[in-house]
């Protein structure tokens, strides 16, 4: 996994400052396996594999001080 992020602030009065900041993520893949289990027993399930989990996110803050 790797995560990558960046943020900046402006000062908008003495007391106030606005943040805007991002990031991207990246988590690789992941498989199921062929079987699950429960109540019922082992029991087979169709398997399926994901590939390249890309995540990004976007925030908005303000911090105000007193």
Known sequence: MAQLG?????????NIVLILSVSVGYTGGFETGDTRSGNLGVTSIAPYK?????????????????
């Open 6 to 14: 960046a943020g900046i602030g402006h000062k908008v009065s003495p």
């Open 50 to 66: 994901i590939d390249d989990v890309w995540r990004a996110n976007l925030g908005i803050s303000m911090r105000f001080t007193f």
